[in-house]
C-alpha cells in the first residue's frame, strides 16, 4: 500500500462489478489502493472475473447479491466486514434488445438503486460519506427531440421527458433503457430529500460509452452494448453500407474517463449533491468507420467507406451539450486540477485492439 494515494485505507463498496463500466472502475480503484468489496450476481460471475484479472482474487471482497431489484437486498453486504467509505452503484441493466421493458429494464433500475440506498442508509453507519451513481445522459436529453435542426444545448438541469407509458406503448427498448436511468437517477434524488443520511449524493451522466474491454470476454458475445452498435457492427459485417445507418445517440465518452470521474468524485467536494455530465464530442456511423480504416488497413476490405468528408447523416444534427458546469466540478476533483477527454481516434483504436486481443476480431480476411 502506498501512504501517498488517496485511497489508502479507504474502503468502497462496488456494485455490478462484472460489467464493462465497473470493471475499469474496479481497476481504477484498485490501481489507487482503495480496498473494494465488489458485488456481482453470483460466485461464478467472480470466477469469470478472476479469469480475466488474477491478481485481483487476492485484492478484491467479492459479495454476492442475486437479485438487486428485491428490499433488503444488500444488507448482509453491510453487515459483514469492515464499514465502508464510499459506495459506487453501477449495477444496471444495458440491453436494447428486451421484450419486457418494465420487468427486463425499469424495475430492475430503480428497485435495485433504492434498494442499495435503504441498505446504506440503515447499516452504513458514521464512515460512509458518498453515495455515487452511474446515471446516463440519456436521463437529461430530450428522446423526442427533433434532430433536423440542433436546439438549446443540454444542461445538467434538463430531464428527459419520455415516460414509461410512452416507451412501453411503443414497445421500443431504447426508450425503454432512457426511461429506466431516468427514473433510476430520480429515485436516488428523491431518497435524498425524503430521509436524513449522513451521506450526500453525486450522479455521474455519460452518454454513449465506448473503449476499450477488459472484462473477461469469449467471443463476440462478450462485446457491451455500445461498443457492439458503434464499433463492433461496422466490422462483423452487419452494415455493408454506411447510408442510412443511425445512432440512438450522437455522443460519446471514453470509458476511462468514466471510471475516472467516478473515483475522483468519491473525494471532490465540489462533486457533492451535483450531477456531471460526461460527453466528449460527436459520435457518428462515418466518424467511426474514418478511424477504423485509418488504423487499422488489413480491417478495410470489412469495414464500409461510406462518404469520409459527410460526417453527419443526411438529415441529422443532434443538439449539444453545454458542459461547462460539470467541467469545472471534474478539474477540482482531478489531480491535475483540469479535466481533459480522450480522444475518440485513440477511443475506437484502443476499443478495436482489445477486440483483436481478445480473439472477437481476426486482422486476417
Given at each position: ?236 459485417g452487419t452494415h455493408k453500407k454506411i447510408d442510412g445507418v443511425t ?40 466518424l467511426v468507420v474514418n478511424v477504423i480504416r485509418k488504423n487499422f ?69
Amino acid at each position: 500500500m502506498d501512504p501517498q494515494k488517496e485511497g489508502t485505507g479507504k474502503h468502497v463498496l462496488l456494485t455490478g462489478a462484472n460489467g464493462f463500466v465497473a470493471t475499469h472502475i474496479l481497476a481504477d480503484l484498485l490501481d489507487r489502493d482503495y480496498s473494494v468489496t465488489a458485488t456481482v450476481r453470483s460466485e461464478s460471475k467472480a470466477e469469470i472475473m478472476l479469469k480475466g484479472h488474477p491478481s485481483w482474487k487476492t485484492k478484491v471482497n467479492f459479495q454476492y447479491v442475486p437479485d438487486i431489484t428485491t428490499d433488503g437486498a444488500f444488507d448482509q453486504v453491510f453487515k459483514e466486514g469492515r464499514p465502508f467509505d464510499y459506495i459506487i452503484h453501477a449495477a444496471s441493466p444495458v440491453n436494447l434488445e428486451v421484450e419486457d421493458i418494465q420487468g427486463s429494464l425499469i424495475n430492475p433500475a430503480v428497485r435495485g438503486t433504492n434498494s442499495i440506498l435503504k441498505s446504506a442508509n440503515k447499516y452504513g453507519g458514521p464512515t460512509l460519506r458518498r453515495f455515487v451513481l452511474l446515471a446516463s445522459a440519456v436521463g437529461i436529453l430530450n428522446s423526442f427531440e427533433d434532430l433536423s435542426k440542433p436546439g438549446k444545448p443540454y444542461t445538467e438541469k434538463d430531464w428527459n421527458p419520455v415516460t414509461a407509458a410512452q416507451a412501453i406503448e411503443k414497445k421500443d427498448p431504447v426508450l425503454g433503457y432512457n426511461v429506466s436511468k431516468k427514473l433510476a437517477e430520480k429515485a436516488a434524488w428523491d431518497f435524498m430529500h425524503n430521509n436524513e443520511t449522513g451521506f450526500d449524493l453525486t450522479a455521474i451522466c455519460p452518454d454513449i460509452i465506448i473503449g476499450p474491454m477488459i472484462h473477461t470476454m469469449f467471443g463476440p458475445k462478450s462485446v457491451n452494448v455500445t461498443n457492439r452498435f458503434a464499433i463492433y457492427n461496422f466490422i462483423d459485417g452487419t452494415h455493408k453500407k454506411i447510408d442510412g445507418v443511425t445512432f440512438p445517440f450522437w455522443h460519446y465518452v471514453d470509458v476511462r474517463d468514466v471510471a475516472r470521474a467516478h473515483v475522483d468524485s468519491l473525494t471532490n467536494q465540489a462533486a457533492s449533491g451535483q450531477r456531471i455530465i460526461l460527453v466528449s464530442d460527436l459520435l457518428t456511423p462515418q466518424l467511426v468507420v474514418n478511424v477504423i480504416r485509418k488504423n487499422f488497413p488489413e480491417l478495410r476490405s470489412r469495414v464500409p467507406e461510406g462518404n469520409p468528408s459527410q460526417i453527419l447523416p443526411t438529415g441529422i444534427q443532434p443538439t449539444g451539450w453545454d458542459t461547462r458546469v460539470s467541467l469545472n466540478i471534474l478539474s477540482k476533483g482531478s489531480k491535475s486540477k483540469s479535466w481533459k477527454y480522450i480522444d475518440l481516434e485513440t477511443c475506437v483504436v484502443d476499443a478495436v485492439k482489445s477486440m483483436i486481443d481478445a480473439d472477437v476480431i481476426s486482422r486476417k480476411s
